[in-house]
């Protein structure tokens, strides 16, 4: 496999919400682009996007899909990553409310949003809230602690959402008592089966992934930890009341455990807008690796919902 780059953003920022948080952004692409959110990884900050291109004969990047597709793509850090305040008591739904904010202050039209990996519920909820015009879920946590998953979950991973239903304040305490991005990465790392590990140890990713990810933990764990127990608890929305469209992208060999037993098929089942893609050469890493099929798509899906398709 080539090695790839990661681009740079174009645009870094952070807008106030009311009641005087801000939220922390990075933009690729042109200003007045198609606006595309990006709900990023567990702990990655707002540098981490899309650009993503095999270097050139120039030097520079080849197949960019973000400025190829005449996207303005914006990655938000969530509250307590990056640059954007804490919200020590949020909610997905609460953040659903904080993008509405965010969409209405920078005047983005009919934006759609793309969840990768555990910010996939994070996507979900903006969708339920009617907050975005159409989805796309990559890689996507699942609602691991809904009940019909129980028993396709790894032990671990049953153990934790166990763990998290019966005391929540003392597994989130006990997740940012151990977490530590370098550790992160390197979880993420051994988890990968070979396809990813190859594409997630690449020099031209893994700088700047582990850079996303110290950035994210640039306050400390409480943003992490508080995510992980927003996403292994039951959802405060039922996907079913989603009406935008939803496209769920899984790579077959995807081997990480906190994504989907059963890469989005339930999910697919309770959404009923939704279409599921699963890859036959992918990985989790699907999000860079197929870039431009899954932006082609969230475009289509976004201008026939605006069409009233």
């Given at each position: 496999m080539n090695d790839h780059q990661i681009q740079e953003p174009e645009r870094l920022g952070r807008t106030v919400l009311p009641g005087g948080r801000a939220l922390g952004w990075a933009e690729w692409g042109p200003e007045d682009g198609v606006p595309v959110l990006l709900c990023p990884g567990a702990a990655t900050s707002r540098r981490l996007g899309l650009g993503v291109g095999r270097p050139g004969r120039d030097g520079g990047l080849g197949d960019d899909p973000v400025a190829g597709l005449g996207i303005r793509l914006i990655c938000l850090d969530r509250p307590g990553l990056g640059v954007s305040d804490p919200a020590p008591a949020g909610t997905l739904t609460d953040f659903a409310q904080d993008v509405r904010h965010l969409v209405a202050e920078?005047?983005?039209?009919?934006?759609?949003?793309?969840?990768?990996?555990?910010?996939?519920?994070?996507?979900?909820?903006?969708?339920?809230?009617?907050?975005?015009?159409?989805?796309?879920?990559?890689?996507?946590?699942?609602?691991?602690?809904?009940?019909?998953?129980?028993?396709?979950?790894?032990?671990?991973?049953?153990?934790?959402?166990?763990?998290?239903?019966?005391?929540?304040?003392?597994?989130?305490?006990?997740?940012?008592?151990?977490?530590?991005?370098?550790?992160?990465?390197?979880?993420?790392?051994?988890?990968?089966?070979?396809?990813?590990?190859?594409?997630?140890?690449?020099p031209g990713f893994a700088r700047p992934f582990r850079r996303a990810v110290r950035e994210g933990f640039a306050q400390g764990p409480g943003g992490y930890a508080h995510d992980v127990v927003l996403t292994m608890s039951r959802w405060p929305f039922d996907p079913a009341e989603i009406t935008v469209p939803v496209d769920l992208w899984y790579g077959a060999r995807d081997t990480s455990p906190v994504h989907s037993p059963d890469l989005g098929a339930s999910l697919a089942r309770r959404i009923g807008t939704a279409r599921r893609h699963v890859v036959p050469d992918a990985g989790g890493a699907l999000l860079w690796t197929h870039a431009r099929a899954v932006l082609t798509a969230l475009l289509e899906r976004r201008g026939h919902a605006l069409a009233g398709g």
């Open positions: 920078r005047r983005l039209r009919d934006p759609a949003v793309i969840g990768f990996s555990q910010g996939a519920p994070f996507a979900l909820a903006c969708a339920w809230a009617g907050a975005v015009r159409a989805a796309a879920v990559v890689s996507g946590s699942d609602e691991l602690a809904h009940p019909g998953l129980a028993g396709m979950l790894a032990a671990d991973v049953r153990a934790m959402v166990e763990a998290v239903a019966t005391d929540p304040r003392g597994a989130e305490a006990d997740v940012a008592d151990r977490a530590d991005p370098d550790v992160l990465c390197d979880l993420v790392v051994r988890l990968s089966g070979e396809t990813d590990r190859r594409f997630y140890t690449a």
